[in-house]
């Protein structure tokens, strides 16, 4: 899978809702997902992906149910929950505001102190 | 919050589909993995070898993935459950000793429990029991203070027209064996006369029509019943047209104006309640009431004591008691007043089985240091590849936990069958009267001691397992050429404390039996051989008159006199070993005060059929008419008490309003005394008086407390005399039935039950304490030999005697028996005070008891240590030296 950037800790959580906000997914499924819309710039460690997955369904913002995939084999697709939709607007408004504040400091030129 | 827990709880009930599934989940991603690696072109072999790298340890995420969804924790519990389990079951003489321990240990403590939440700590089954009290009069005698319940007339008219912050109602005792004919069918059964307002006051209406009003419970009032559900049931089979009609009671009409709902019970048990009508003259004159009350709402319980000691204690001058002067009126709570008598020998059993519990607690907490002295090598090498101590701590821990739960489990079944088996005997001697059962409370208690034990013997162990620090851990072991430095102590102190209390019980229980032998030996004063008594109850209205009962006892034995193997026939009012009527006598010749005696009428042939012998003097005969001089006959004991060195022959007395001439004096019958300070089953002051010479209103007043006794004297069997004696009686009067026939021994056994019952609980308790030492002494020294086993057999290659190694082991024990025996003796001396009032003939500081209990203990302890150190002789000395 190559190297990319590493991830900061705590979004994780926040990439997964969102993967599963667009479509419901099986786990590889969110990992190739990811990849993809970060135009492959973030790299998950596989191992990490199933423990995040279990703390979110025990959380209960994402439901799990049993389909079948491309290549019909029984797989454990996620699908985001209500409660899920509100967590994922509320940590990508802090995402978005941590982000924002982080680009106004690397932005900040001589004049402006 | 919610759905954490049904994630938990799915997780827990559904445990091994989703463990699966966790399974099939990980397994599609890495497959799904390869697949995509294949695709981009790379050959299978690595594309698998390069997905699980990827991937990492898969046992690793599947962890993560558990405690993600809150599983570890149940899942280290479940391990340490397993491997509990698998290190009891591989080591099965620990686990039996261990389980069988707990099990008898908790066994007898749950049974005891039973009984006592039953009789003592259950509030009784009215409403608002708190509220509920009796009246009674404290006596305070050299610092202890005696309750008195049985109350007179008197009293209860003081209590009921002065004390008004107390509603209250005045009782008699139930009396058994009482006739009851209603729609056809007759029934013996037991009959309670209660003042009106006692179901009120206990706060139960009845299920049907009402309770007695005043006006019927005053002399002359109309004859009116109240009926158990039970009797109502089976008496008319539940007809509801009861309420109104007429039964008959001892033959005569009684309208029946109420029924009880079915659970109603009290702890006089009565089928059929009459109302009392209570005097202050006649059984009114003696204490023969007893007064129950509840507090009316808003009076506290010392503003009723204020109210009652206002009374004053003139009114309290005719209750039996020690001492008129210092008698108080107070009320105690109904519960504690129901319960005086049984309280403190009740106490004293749990008492005893908490004992038996600490010992075997001791017992397995020594098993336990054992355990984890030898599996010390096994614990240092599980810190020693990084399990934490809480880990190894909570490993034992559970160990403890599971054993407990075991032998708590193992435990409620042995609870249940020993009380299922002394039931019979609890009920009678301890007045039991309410359910006992294994109540929801009960499990309770008996899981609390079962985790408390487990926590107790467990943790100590654990914490001192885990202090080793490896090296010592690995020497301790003892694999180098002499033994690790053990840690003897606690076991050895543990030892000395189980000595200590089984020396306690042995006494206890030695006492006890020493009691009930004293008491079961002491001379009977007449001959038992071939004696047989039956009862007949005469509160009959055809029985009202002295005539009509002489006529019955006269026509009836005339025919069992001549029944074969019959030797000898008669009558009397109550027989040896049982309780007799109290009665007050004034001697003529200037003495005051108060005399007591028991009185018992006989006809001419009762005292001979027992062969009772006459001393001075001469019997009752036949010639002691109606119509003659008024004699009377006492026995030795009487003469002891109140003639001291006088001729009592040709002295008179006022018995019962009427004078009579000392005319013989006869030997000793043990009976129950229920006054003075005379034991269960004493040689008690009595006079003997003709039946033929009772006045009229005294023998029916007399034969509503107690049924005449036939005693009859045969060579042949119990069985066919029975018949005889039912034929007899039938051909005399057919409307009178036979009970209670027994032979005089079985009396005798009866009326000593209680002391035996405390015997056997008492004794078997103190047995089951001496197995647990013995087990508990002989592990210690079979553990030491085992640990030792390596040096011992390097001395015996030296040339070391192997009996005298077994000598110093044996030594060794027997030291810590001493000390523990002499600790025992200490405590059994101070512990004993506490039975002092329960043993008879034998005093609490007995040294014989002591002597026995004691040498007892040594012997035990000296086969415990000898049989463990026997091994000893079998260590082969070449074999430990070929292992070096």
Same mark, same amino acid.
């Given at each position: 899978m190559g190297s990319g950037a590493d991830l900061l800790p705590g979004t994780l959580d926040l990439l997964i809702l969102k993967a599963v906000s667009l479509a419901p997914l099986h786990g590889y499924g969110i990992l190739l997902r990811i990849q993809q819309l970060s135009r492959a710039m973030l790299q998950i460690e596989q191992g990490s992906l199933y423990p995040a997955l279990y703390r979110l369904e025990h959380r209960g913002l994402i439901s799990p149910e049993w389909g079948v995939s491309d290549n019909n084999r029984r797989a454990k697709y996620y699908r985001l929950t209500a409660a899920g939709r509100n967590q994922l607007r509320r940590e990508a408004e802090e995402w978005r505001r941590l982000n924002d504040a982080v680009e106004y400091v690397l932005g900040a030129t001589p004049q402006e102190v | 919050m919610f759905t954490r827990f049904r994630s938990f709880a799915h997780a827990i009930s559904r445990r091994r589909r989703v463990e699966s599934d966790l399974a099939d989940e990980l397994q599609f991603h890495l497959d799904a993995r390869v697949q995509d690696l294949i695709s981009q072109g790379m050959a299978p072999e690595e594309a698998r070898r390069r997905a699980r790298l990827e991937f990492g340890a898969t046992d690793r995420v599947r962890e993560e993935c558990r405690e993600a969804r809150g599983l570890r924790v149940i899942d280290t519990i479940v391990r340490n459950t397993r491997f509990a389990l698998r290190l009891l079951r591989r080591d099965p003489v620990f686990t039996t000793t261990a389980v069988a321990t707990l099990a008898l240990c908790i066994g007898a403590n749950t049974a005891v429990f039973s009984l006592v939440d039953a009789v003592l700590l259950r509030p009784l089954p009215y409403p608002d029991p708190a509220r509920l009290a009796q009246v009674v009069v404290t006596y305070a005698r050299n610092g202890e203070s005696t309750v008195q319940s049985a109350l007179t007339g008197a009293v209860w008219e003081a209590v009921r027209d002065r004390a008004a912050g107390l509603d209250a109602a005045a009782i008699s005792e139930s009396t058994p064996e009482v006739n009851l004919f209603a729609d056809g069918h007759a029934l013996s059964v037991r009959q309670q006369r209660v003042g009106s307002g006692f179901f009120r006051v206990l706060g139960v209406p009845p299920f049907m029509g009402r309770e007695f009003t005043a006006d019927e419970d005053r002399q002359g009032g109309p004859p009116v019943a109240v009926l158990s559900h039970a009797v109502w049931l089976s008496q008319v089979g539940g007809d509801r047209t009861i309420v109104g009609r007429t039964i008959h009671l001892r033959g005569e009409p009684y309208t029946v104006v109420g029924v009880m709902p079915p659970d109603f019970r009290t702890g /006089? #048990?009565?089928d059929v309640w009459t109302p009392l009508r209570p005097t202050t003259t006649g059984e009114g004159g003696g204490s023969n009431y007893s007064v129950i009350a509840r507090l009316r709402p808003g009076i506290t319980e010392p503003e009723a004591d204020a109210q009652l000691q206002r009374i004053g204690t003139d009114v309290i001058r005719g209750v039996d008691g020690p001492n008129a002067a210092s008698g108080r009126l107070q009320q105690i709570s109904l519960q504690r007043g129901m319960t005086e008598e049984v309280r403190q020998p009740l106490l004293l059993l749990w008492g005893a089985v908490a004992l038996v519990l600490i010992i075997g607690c001791a017992n397995i907490a020594g098993l336990q240091l054992a355990r984890s002295s030898v599996r010390a090598r096994e614990i240092g090498t599980r810190v020693a590849i990084g399990a934490g101590r809480g880990a190894v701590v909570g490993q034992l821990l559970t160990e403890s936990v599971v054993l407990a739960v075991l032998g708590a489990a193992a435990g409620i079944v042995v609870g249940w069958l020993v009380m299922a088996a002394l039931m019979p005997a609890l009920v009678t001697t301890f007045g039991l009267w309410q359910p006992a059962g294994l109540s929801v409370r009960l499990l309770g208690v008996s899981i609390v001691v079962a985790g408390a034990t487990g926590v107790a013997f467990g943790l100590w162990p654990a914490l001192t397992a885990t202090r080793t620090d490896l090296r010592s851990a690995f020497a301790e072991a003892g694999h180098r050429g002499v033994a690790g430095r053990a840690h003897p102590w606690p076991r050895r102190l543990l030892i000395v404390i189980q000595m200590a209390l089984g020396i306690t019980l042995l006494v206890g229980a030695g006492l006890f039996v020493r009691t009930f032998l004293s008491l079961n030996t002491q001379p009977a004063g007449f001959d038992p051989t071939g004696v047989f008594t039956a009862h007949i109850s005469l509160q009959d209205a055809r029985y009202k008159t002295t005539e009509q009962v002489v006529r019955l006892f006269d026509e009836s034995l005339f025919r069992i006199q001549s029944l074969s193997g019959v030797v000898a026939a008669g009558v009397m009012l109550t027989p040896p070993y049982e309780r007799a009527l109290n009665l007050g006598f004034m001697p003529t010749d200037g003495r005051t005060g108060n005399f007591t005696t028991n009185a018992c009428y006989v006809t001419p042939g009762a005292l001979r059929a027992l062969r009772v012998?006459? #001393?001075r003097g001469r019997s009752i005969t036949e010639a002691d008419r109606a119509a003659t001089e008024h004699v009377v006959v006492v026995n030795e004991a009487f003469v002891r008490r109140y003639y001291p060195q006088r001729d009592i022959l040709g002295e008179s007395m006022r018995l019962g309003g009427t004078a009579r001439n000392v005319v013989g004096v006869v030997g000793d019958v043990p009976v129950k005394s229920g006054w003075g300070n005379y034991g269960p089953l004493a040689a008690v002051p009595t006079v003997y008086l003709p039946a033929a010479q009772m006045p009229d209103a005294s023998i029916s007043m007399i034969h509503t407390w107690f049924p005449p006794t036939w005693v009859v004297r045969t060579v042949g069997d119990g069985a066919p005399l029975l018949l005889g004696i039912q034929k007899a009686v039938g051909a005399a009067d057919p409307l009178l039935p036979v009970t209670g026939f027994r032979s005089i021994d079985d009396v005798r056994a009866d009326s000593l039950a209680l002391q035996r019952l405390r015997a056997e609980l008492f004794g078997g308790l103190a047995l089951l304490a001496l197995v647990l030492t013995f087990t508990g002494l002989a592990g210690l020294i079979a553990h030491g030999v085992a640990q030792r086993s390596h040096e011992i057999g390097i001395r015996l290659a030296l040339g070391a005697r192997a009996s005298r190694i077994v000598g110093r082991t044996v030594g060794q024990g027997m030291l810590l028996a001493a000390v523990g025996a002499l600790a025992g003796v200490g405590l059994a001396l101070a512990g004993a005070r506490l039975v002092e009032r329960l043993? /008879? @003939?034998?005093?609490? @500081?007995?040294p014989l008891t002591y002597v026995v209990a004691v040498v007892g203990l040594l012997c035990v302890a000296a086969v415990a240590s000898l049989v463990p150190a026997l091994a000893i002789a079998r260590v082969d000395p070449a074999r430990t030296l070929r292992s070096e």
């Amino acid at each position: 899978m190559g190297s990319g950037a590493d991830l900061l800790p705590g979004t994780l959580d926040l990439l997964i809702l969102k993967a599963v906000s667009l479509a419901p997914l099986h786990g590889y499924g969110i990992l190739l997902r990811i990849q993809q819309l970060s135009r492959a710039m973030l790299q998950i460690e596989q191992g990490s992906l199933y423990p995040a997955l279990y703390r979110l369904e025990h959380r209960g913002l994402i439901s799990p149910e049993w389909g079948v995939s491309d290549n019909n084999r029984r797989a454990k697709y996620y699908r985001l929950t209500a409660a899920g939709r509100n967590q994922l607007r509320r940590e990508a408004e802090e995402w978005r505001r941590l982000n924002d504040a982080v680009e106004y400091v690397l932005g900040a030129t001589p004049q402006e102190v | 919050m919610f759905t954490r827990f049904r994630s938990f709880a799915h997780a827990i009930s559904r445990r091994r589909r989703v463990e699966s599934d966790l399974a099939d989940e990980l397994q599609f991603h890495l497959d799904a993995r390869v697949q995509d690696l294949i695709s981009q072109g790379m050959a299978p072999e690595e594309a698998r070898r390069r997905a699980r790298l990827e991937f990492g340890a898969t046992d690793r995420v599947r962890e993560e993935c558990r405690e993600a969804r809150g599983l570890r924790v149940i899942d280290t519990i479940v391990r340490n459950t397993r491997f509990a389990l698998r290190l009891l079951r591989r080591d099965p003489v620990f686990t039996t000793t261990a389980v069988a321990t707990l099990a008898l240990c908790i066994g007898a403590n749950t049974a005891v429990f039973s009984l006592v939440d039953a009789v003592l700590l259950r509030p009784l089954p009215y409403p608002d029991p708190a509220r509920l009290a009796q009246v009674v009069v404290t006596y305070a005698r050299n610092g202890e203070s005696t309750v008195q319940s049985a109350l007179t007339g008197a009293v209860w008219e003081a209590v009921r027209d002065r004390a008004a912050g107390l509603d209250a109602a005045a009782i008699s005792e139930s009396t058994p064996e009482v006739n009851l004919f209603a729609d056809g069918h007759a029934l013996s059964v037991r009959q309670q006369r209660v003042g009106s307002g006692f179901f009120r006051v206990l706060g139960v209406p009845p299920f049907m029509g009402r309770e007695f009003t005043a006006d019927e419970d005053r002399q002359g009032g109309p004859p009116v019943a109240v009926l158990s559900h039970a009797v109502w049931l089976s008496q008319v089979g539940g007809d509801r047209t009861i309420v109104g009609r007429t039964i008959h009671l001892r033959g005569e009409p009684y309208t029946v104006v109420g029924v009880m709902p079915p659970d109603f019970r009290t702890g /006089w #048990l009565a089928d059929v309640w009459t109302p009392l009508r209570p005097t202050t003259t006649g059984e009114g004159g003696g204490s023969n009431y007893s007064v129950i009350a509840r507090l009316r709402p808003g009076i506290t319980e010392p503003e009723a004591d204020a109210q009652l000691q206002r009374i004053g204690t003139d009114v309290i001058r005719g209750v039996d008691g020690p001492n008129a002067a210092s008698g108080r009126l107070q009320q105690i709570s109904l519960q504690r007043g129901m319960t005086e008598e049984v309280r403190q020998p009740l106490l004293l059993l749990w008492g005893a089985v908490a004992l038996v519990l600490i010992i075997g607690c001791a017992n397995i907490a020594g098993l336990q240091l054992a355990r984890s002295s030898v599996r010390a090598r096994e614990i240092g090498t599980r810190v020693a590849i990084g399990a934490g101590r809480g880990a190894v701590v909570g490993q034992l821990l559970t160990e403890s936990v599971v054993l407990a739960v075991l032998g708590a489990a193992a435990g409620i079944v042995v609870g249940w069958l020993v009380m299922a088996a002394l039931m019979p005997a609890l009920v009678t001697t301890f007045g039991l009267w309410q359910p006992a059962g294994l109540s929801v409370r009960l499990l309770g208690v008996s899981i609390v001691v079962a985790g408390a034990t487990g926590v107790a013997f467990g943790l100590w162990p654990a914490l001192t397992a885990t202090r080793t620090d490896l090296r010592s851990a690995f020497a301790e072991a003892g694999h180098r050429g002499v033994a690790g430095r053990a840690h003897p102590w606690p076991r050895r102190l543990l030892i000395v404390i189980q000595m200590a209390l089984g020396i306690t019980l042995l006494v206890g229980a030695g006492l006890f039996v020493r009691t009930f032998l004293s008491l079961n030996t002491q001379p009977a004063g007449f001959d038992p051989t071939g004696v047989f008594t039956a009862h007949i109850s005469l509160q009959d209205a055809r029985y009202k008159t002295t005539e009509q009962v002489v006529r019955l006892f006269d026509e009836s034995l005339f025919r069992i006199q001549s029944l074969s193997g019959v030797v000898a026939a008669g009558v009397m009012l109550t027989p040896p070993y049982e309780r007799a009527l109290n009665l007050g006598f004034m001697p003529t010749d200037g003495r005051t005060g108060n005399f007591t005696t028991n009185a018992c009428y006989v006809t001419p042939g009762a005292l001979r059929a027992l062969r009772v012998s006459t #001393l001075r003097g001469r019997s009752i005969t036949e010639a002691d008419r109606a119509a003659t001089e008024h004699v009377v006959v006492v026995n030795e004991a009487f003469v002891r008490r109140y003639y001291p060195q006088r001729d009592i022959l040709g002295e008179s007395m006022r018995l019962g309003g009427t004078a009579r001439n000392v005319v013989g004096v006869v030997g000793d019958v043990p009976v129950k005394s229920g006054w003075g300070n005379y034991g269960p089953l004493a040689a008690v002051p009595t006079v003997y008086l003709p039946a033929a010479q009772m006045p009229d209103a005294s023998i029916s007043m007399i034969h509503t407390w107690f049924p005449p006794t036939w005693v009859v004297r045969t060579v042949g069997d119990g069985a066919p005399l029975l018949l005889g004696i039912q034929k007899a009686v039938g051909a005399a009067d057919p409307l009178l039935p036979v009970t209670g026939f027994r032979s005089i021994d079985d009396v005798r056994a009866d009326s000593l039950a209680l002391q035996r019952l405390r015997a056997e609980l008492f004794g078997g308790l103190a047995l089951l304490a001496l197995v647990l030492t013995f087990t508990g002494l002989a592990g210690l020294i079979a553990h030491g030999v085992a640990q030792r086993s390596h040096e011992i057999g390097i001395r015996l290659a030296l040339g070391a005697r192997a009996s005298r190694i077994v000598g110093r082991t044996v030594g060794q024990g027997m030291l810590l028996a001493a000390v523990g025996a002499l600790a025992g003796v200490g405590l059994a001396l101070a512990g004993a005070r506490l039975v002092e009032r329960l043993i /008879w @003939g034998v005093r609490p @500081g007995d040294p014989l008891t002591y002597v026995v209990a004691v040498v007892g203990l040594l012997c035990v302890a000296a086969v415990a240590s000898l049989v463990p150190a026997l091994a000893i002789a079998r260590v082969d000395p070449a074999r430990t030296l070929r292992s070096e």
